[in-house]
């Protein structure tokens, strides 16, 4: 019995229990959810938009409060002594209880002794019970950020991760098979499960192929040089998933249909550089077949420039100097070996993947911009303009050797940036003498694709989404591309129902999404992006996106630059299980070895702009910008929601092939998952601070010194005076995000160290609250402000001014995309001064976000608000010293 109670019988208990239960309305845990999260916001917020607080209290502090009220006001009618009745006065019973005493009316000093009372003993619980930190208004979720961060990190275990990723990578599923449905409908029963509400399969209907008839073979020529390539990859004995009776065929993605004949041309990497490094030296492409390795630039845009150049064909194999073993050493210093040996690339392994242009439309080929539901209008096939028109092949080395056999001693012999790890020949470029037959005959159908979404809604702010995805389908088994990410999605989403079971709740919004189609081309993120882009554009506020989520210790992050000291606090607090110190030291350790010096650049940088400002950037680059090939495309170059994508790389060398499996993964990938375990820690408290910080913990600051960084670079490969308008406007964004940081600051102090202060200062409170709400809104539209809703040049699905994928990388991501292609495709002077004036119109957008002047903030009353900003010291003053009220 704990101290100070009244003991009482287990039936009057009882009693008790049962009328206050039937007082009670019970809660349903079956409430209809609305198609958008907006639909619930004026059911969360006040009539001025302030998220109403409503502190959780124990039992023992209900029952004090209670006391002192019906003490003040002379009632003791309901039982007033059993909170606080002292041991010497534990005789009274509860059938003595239950006769109502008279009132006594109460003193003025008693009054007055048990308000001052009341007023102390609520001001010292406060302070000592309820944590000092940024977890003010987390008084919807019963257990505090800290105690939900510690679940983050102890929870996740290697044994269910390995359990999650054995079924994935059990059999190939690639997207629209069968396997791929058990899949998905599998991953819903398992949120379902873990307790994520509102799991849901969510089916969209793209257009895609699978291969009928492939044929590879020299035909004619010189009789040594006749061969038929195998197009098929070796069984491994040690590998028993090599025998799968439904292994998927080496093919291309949104290939073209063909059967042409033609001399073979060794074209490089593909790049338009290379053929046009060719054709100055009169090599004729018209009629040739082009063969090019895997690597540097995205696999389309290679068979696009064969196109442009006058290809019938293209042929795209894996040379041993980049995935394979040749000239590589493993970690004991010995040479590296090819799978099954080793993690690299063997003779026979294909890597198959998509040939859309992905720098031009991901996603559809027939609903460009639209969602491909399934009674979509769609373009005819002949319309679509993002995939090719010449027949393409991806091959082996070892089918690609007699390749190289047929063009020696003919053409340019390979220079040093030319050559490859296949030492029998020295690649010449040809034209070869020997004719090629490249035969590709595809399927194409209208065939379901099926995403999985999994919704925690936000309690405060429900009309704010944080997205968090990883794709599904796989070019096979999939092991570390895509069951890597899979088995890590689910258990974070057991992780998540382990803390909704113990009462915690995200502020905002939380979406899972286990995402299909992304091998063809990120077709389900896409399609569900553009199926929901008025509600998120609006609601959503960052996408966290794992992509080929493991494959070795080093980890690896690409973000807005919104993002990147988030990513830097949330890496501090990981630890690394191969340096045993924090995944950031661990990670910079290894940006080190690639690093380039930008301190000179950051001293030319601060002479343009504030001299009391500190160099604070990193000397090592740490996070890569977005590029293109994965699924934040949609969020962020379409919409401007704040994305980023990460993972822990490796030797790897099995990527898109039949050796991608739960084999390669325990032996060379991660065998003991702790890196599994490790990336769910990170993306598990990236989630919990952007869905459950009071203040959205992002940074503009961050993002205005890379465009200042960037545009000081293109002013001085241009000319200094290049640039005028753009430099301007990215100079007044600089200093607008550096006055509105400190705004950032002030306001996160105040947060942090007058949270308690709401039961004195109501008013000061509620002022407070409309700043918060300002400042997220604020931050959660302002990637929204480089968004163009013409488009770029050429390719409008694309609309961030800043970033997109380069048009002839792909992969890599192009700053200022518009003014940069229009350089160097020698537009006219006036055209590319009106692509910079539309990039520093943009620019001026995103510094409107900031400072609360936009289109999108009709209801922001700027003048207030500025004033409200005005009067920060004196806010602080009041709070301070309360006494002087």
Aim: aromatic share 10%; with cysteine; net charge negative.
């Amino acid at each position: 019995m704990k101290k100070g109670y009244v003991s009482i019988s287990q039936e009057s208990e009882q009693q008790q229990k049962q009328e206050s239960a039937a007082s009670i309305p019970v809660p349903s845990h079956h409430h209809p959810h609305p198609q958008y999260m907006s639909d619930l916001h004026h059911e969360k917020m006040g009539d001025d938009s302030v998220p109403t607080v409503a502190y959780a209290r124990t039992t023992t502090v209900n029952r004090f409060m209670e006391w002192c009220r019906q003490t003040y006001h002379g009632d003791r009618r309901h039982n007033a002594n059993a909170p606080l009745l002292p041991s010497e006065k534990r005789h009274v019973t509860f059938q003595q209880q239950s006769q109502p005493p008279a009132i006594r009316p109460r003193s003025k000093l008693t009054k007055f002794l048990a308000g001052a009372a009341l007023l102390v003993s609520s001001v010292v619980f406060f302070n000592h019970f309820m944590p000092a930190s940024d977890t003010l208004f987390q008084d919807f979720s019963t257990i505090p950020l800290e105690d939900a961060s510690r679940t983050i990190k102890s929870v996740p275990s290697s044994d269910f991760i390995r359990e999650f990723f054995h079924y994935y990578a059990a059999e190939p599923h690639l997207a629209g098979s069968h396997a791929d449905k058990r899949q998905a409908e599998w991953t819903r029963d398992k949120f379902e499960l873990f307790g994520i509400p509102n799991a849901t399969i969510e089916t969209y209907y793209p257009w895609i192929n699978t291969p009928k008839t492939r044929r590879l073979a020299i035909v004619s020529g010189p009789e040594e040089f006749l061969y038929e390539a195998k197009l098929e990859e070796d069984t491994v004995a040690k590998d028993p998933s090599t025998n799968h009776p439904n292994a998927i065929p080496t093919f291309h993605g949104y290939s073209a249909d063909g059967n042409v004949t033609g001399s073979v041309v060794y074209v490089n990497y593909g790049r338009l550089n290379d053929f046009q490094f060719l054709a100055a030296r009169g090599v004729n492409f018209t009629g040739t077949i082009a063969l090019m390795r895997h690597g540097l630039i995205a696999r389309g845009l290679k068979v696009r420039a064969a196109e442009k150049f006058g290809c019938t064909g293209a042929l795209l194999y894996s040379d041993p100097m980049e995935d394979g073993p040749f000239n590589k050493e493993n970690d004991e210093g010995e040479p590296s070996e090819s799978y099954p040996n080793g993690p690299w690339r063997s003779p026979s392994s294909v890597e198959r993947g998509t040939v859309q242009y992905m720098s031009i439309l991901p996603g559809d080929m027939l609903t460009p911009g639209y969602a491909s539901t399934e009674n979509a209008t769609r373009l005819d096939p002949e319309e679509a303009y993002a995939m090719p028109k010449i027949p393409s092949l991806p091959i082996s080395w070892s089918d690609a050797l007699p390749l190289f056999q047929a063009m020696e001693g003919l053409g340019l012999k390979g220079e040093i940036d030319w050559l490859g790890g296949l030492c029998e020949v020295n690649y010449y470029s040809g034209p070869s003498v020997a004719q090629v037959n490249l035969v590709n005959i595809n399927d194409y159908q209208i065939k379901p694709v099926w995403n999985v979404i999994g919704k925690i809604e936000g309690a405060i702010e429900p009309h704010r989404a944080v997205i968090l995805g990883t794709h599904r389908d796989a070019w096979g088994f999939g092991g570390a591309e895509s069951s890597s990410g899979s088995a890590i999605l689910l258990e974070l989403s057991r992780v998540l129902g382990l803390l909704l079971e113990r009462g915690w709740q995200p502020r905002r919004t939380l979406i899972l999404a286990s995402w299909d189609g992304q091998g063809y081309g990120s077709i389900g993120s896409t399609e569900w992006v553009e199926d929901n882009k008025s509600w998120l554009d609006d609601e959503g506020v960052v996408y966290i996106n794992v992509d080929q989520a493991v494959t070795g210790p080093h980890f690896a992050a690409q973000a807005t630059p919104l993002l990147n000291k988030l990513i830097f606090e949330v890496t501090q607090e990981v630890w690394d299980p191969r340096t045993s110190m924090p995944v950031y030291d661990a990670w910079r350790q290894d940006r080190a070895t690639m690093a380039v010096d930008d301190i000179d650049v950051q001293k030319k940088h601060k002479k343009k702009h504030r001299e009391d400002e500190p160099i604070t950037a990193p000397i090592v680059k740490m996070i890569d910008p977005l590029g293109g090939g994965s699924d934040y495309m949609a969020f962020f170059n379409h919409l401007g929601i704040a994305s980023m994508s990460m993972s822990f790389n490796g030797d790897y060398g099995v990527y898109h092939s039949n050796y991608d499996s739960i084999y390669w993964m325990e032996h060379f990938g991660d065998p003991t998952y702790e890196y599994h375990q490790t990336m769910v820690r990170i993306w598990g408290l990236l989630a919990l601070r952007l869905s459950s910080n009071a203040l959205l913990p992002m940074s503009p600051l961050e993002y205005s010194r890379e465009l200042s960084i960037r545009v000081a670079a293109m002013a001085d490969d241009q000319g200094c005076a290049t640039l005028p308008e753009l430099s301007a406007a990215v100079s007044a964004l600089h200093e607008t995000s550096f006055s509105f940081e400190h705004k950032l600051h002030k306001l996160q102090k105040k947060l942090h160290k007058h949270e308690m202060d709401v039961f004195k200062h109501k008013k000061k409170h509620k002022k407070l609250m409309k700043k918060l709400v300002k400042y997220n809104e604020r931050l959660a539209q302002f990637e929204r402000g480089f968004i163009d809703p013409v488009g770029l040049p050429g390719r409008e699905w694309f609309k961030h001014i800043v970033y997109a994928p380069g048009l002839w990388t792909g992969y890599q991501a192009e700053m200022f995309p518009s003014i940069v292609e229009a350089i160097d495709q020698g537009a006219s002077p006036s055209f590319t001064r009106e692509m910079e004036e539309r990039a520093a119109g943009f620019i001026e957008s995103a510094r409107g976000l900031l400072k609360g002047k936009h289109a999108r903030f009709v209801d922001d009353d700027d003048k207030s608000d500025d004033n409200m900003d005005d009067d920060d010291d004196h806010e602080d003053e009041d709070i301070e010293n309360p006494e002087e009220e």
